[in-house]
């Protein structure tokens, strides 16, 4: 039997992004020290025509033998993927020529993670997943050791991918174990050999847990938590940036493709271990941030609050569940983006705005991104009409549907318990006096993206309808 040329149309945005790699690494080589910006450029053109290729991908449609599927919410998925890792990469340039460490490097890496979570987002097989999933956390390991002379950075990046690569083994162990029951690795005839057994057997269960145990950890959901704070603590802050957005959505793609399509016949076994991770992420989450003074920790502990609110969408088992965590899962990397854009615009050089005490008398150094972060924070509240209002109406609407009356009130609970610590930050901003009296210099293209990015975050929450919709088209 001969060799079969696999359809290369559907995962042409990942050729054109690998080629796009090839042609920075190059390029980067003939570019001084001083003229950096140039690799930026050329990275953000990178990205740029690789939305294009997403947007003139054919779909829906398999190929690589079944490995790789083109579908509408891979493209949704990837589109806010390439969005945010673009603001990341304009957000950081200021930050790291500040502490001499703009080099291609950093974007190269931030390129490969990006091709992970392409591939991750489209897989259809366990070994297309993996494949992903590695590409993804090896670039995310390196760059959170970026600062070579930090030791707070080196530690965090060892204990990331220490506690990494026992996760990717847990994840492995558990595809491995569901291959030798079903005997396919890819997802659609895994989920056909699991509707043909009359009872799950213990061999799936424990496959179950080991894949719930990895896709969580990705997330940082409670108890696989522990390396979140301390990663967004002692990565640098345009890295802290990358890890708690981009990756978040290929996380979602994970949970996804793993758990709605692979596992759907064992739904009975899995929702319990989710809705379990899902209140015990929205509890110790939103309390532990309660004692943080220091903001990425801060929000490091808010986003596993978060992820307990994606998780119990999910796990709603319904439609609406599912569309109102992926609209969750997009509404929260926007709001993360520009909470630490935020934190990245009040660092200059010498100085880290890591202490909740550097936010103090914002409104008196610039009024305009003191509104802005006023606008992101009564965002992750749930106040409305902003984003995040929509985002948490729908999952609390979508647990009710479901039946899931008690998660409802303590979803609603624990919003309001996590409204403590945001309304303390504008407490902060509003109402406490400036350390310094010095104004705000940032580039004209940061200020610009960052007033659209949390300007977003209302738009979002006025037009919920059209990103409702979209999901909704995602997930049909």
């Known amino acids: 039997m001969g060799f079969v040329t696999p359809e290369l149309m559907p995962a042409l945005a990942e050729i054109v992004l690998a080629i796009g790699i090839c042609i920075v690494l190059l390029a980067d080589l003939f570019v001084s020290e001083e003229r950096k910006g140039l690799t930026l450029s050329l990275a953000l053109a990178v990205l ?16 690589f033998s079944g490995s790789y599927i083109a579908d509408e919410l891979g493209r949704i998925l990837k589109m806010f993927v390439l969005l945010l890792v673009g603001l990341v990469f304009v957000y950081s340039h200021a930050y790291l020529r500040a502490r001499d460490l703009l080099k291609g490097e950093y974007y190269l890496l931030g390129l490969f993670a990006t091709l992970g979570m392409l591939v991750m987002i489209s897989a259809h097989s366990f070994i297309t997943m993996y494949l992903g999933l590695e590409l993804m956390s090896l670039a995310l390991y390196a760059m959170t050791a970026f600062n070579r002379e930090s030791p707070v ?13 026992i996760a990717s083994g847990v994840l492995l ?18 989920a056909s050999a699991l509707a043909l057994q009359a009872e799950l057997s213990p061999a799936v269960l424990l496959a179950t847990g080991f894949l719930i145990a990895g896709i969580a950890f990705k997330f940082g959901a409670v108890p696989f938590h522990n390396w979140v704070p301390d990663v967004y603590e ?7 940036l990358f890890v708690g957005t981009a990756p978040k959505l290929a996380a979602f793609a994970m949970l996804t493709r793993l758990l709605h399509t692979a596992l759907e016949p064992a739904a009975a076994a899995w929702e319990p271990m989710l809705l379990t991770l899902a209140v015990l992420s929205i509890i110790i989450g939103n309390v532990a941030a ?38 969750y899962a997009v509404v929260y990397t926007v709001m993360a983006a520009a909470a630490f854009g935020i934190v990245i615009l009040l660092s200059r050089r010498g100085f880290e705005a890591e202490q909740l005490s550097d936010l103090s008398g ?11 972060m006023l606008l992101v924070m009564i965002s992750m509240i749930g106040i409305p009409p902003l984003a995040g209002f929509f985002a948490k109406l729908k999952v609390i609407s979508a647990l009710l549907g479901g039946g899931w009356t008690g998660l409802a009130v303590l979803a609603v609970v624990f919003s ?61």
């Not at 950075?153 to 690569?165: I, S």
């Not at 162990?173 to 895994?190: A, P, R």
């Not at 002692?234 to 802290?240: D, F, L, N, Q």
């Open 48 to 63: 740029v025509a690789t939305a294009w290729a997403v947007a003139a991908a054919e779909g829906p449609a398999l190929t």
């Open 153 to 165: 950075a080196a530690e965090a990046a060892m204990k990331y991918f220490v506690l990494g690569a």
């Open 173 to 190: 162990y558990g595809m491995s174990i569901l291959y030798g029951v079903t005997g396919s690795l890819q997802l659609d005839s895994v």
């Open 234 to 240: 002692g990565a640098p802050t345009s890295v802290s």
């Open 290 to 327: 309660i004692a943080q003074t220091n903001i990425k920790r801060m929000l490091a502990y808010s986003t596993i609050g978060h992820v307990g609110f994606i998780f119990l969408g999910f796990a709603a088992g319904t439609a609406e569940g599912l569309q109102a965590a992926l609209f």
């Open 362 to 372: 914002l409104n008196e150094r610039s009024p305009w991104f003191a509104a802005m």
């Open 416 to 476: 309001v318990v996590g409204a403590f610590y945001y309304l303390r930050v504008i407490k902060i901003m509003y109402f406490d006096s400036p350390d310094e009296a010095e104004p705000i210099v940032a580039d004209w293209d940061v200020q610009f993206l960052l007033s659209l990015n949390a300007l977003g975050v209302l738009a979002l929450g006025v037009f919920a309808n059209p990103l409702l919709a979209l999901c909704a088209v995602a997930l049909n």
